[in-house]
């Protein structure tokens, strides 16, 4: 159940992404910076644990990625690799 950042074919797992704090490939741009709750663990978000917040930037700019489960990215990358040291 563990849940990375999908940026095309290539995902990044979140345990090494809150390691590192940030991971770059060439232009790419991976950050995680701690401070978002989890809606998912309370009745109320405040208290939930925190998942902190993902950042995904090419040259200096935003662009699309998804946070999702590993085992959903395979399903949609099924030649995809994911990053995990």
């Known amino acids: 159940m563990v849940r990375v950042v999908a940026i095309g074919n290539?995902?990044?797992?979140?345990?090494?992404?809150?390691?590192?704090?940030?991971?770059t490939k060439g232009d790419l741009v991976i950050s995680w910076k701690a401070g978002q709750s989890s809606s998912l663990d309370t009745r109320e978000i405040a208290p939930?644990?925190?998942v902190g917040n993902v950042v995904v930037?090419?040259?200096g700019k935003d662009i699309?990625?998804?946070?999702?489960?590993a085992f959903v990215f395979h399903v949609f990358h099924r030649q995809g690799v994911i990053h995990t040291q």
């Open 10 to 23: 290539e995902a990044w797992s979140l345990p090494l992404l809150r390691r590192k704090g940030v991971i």
């Open 48 to 50: 939930g644990r925190d």
């Open 57 to 59: 930037q090419r040259g």
């Open 64 to 69: 699309v990625h998804d946070v999702t489960f």
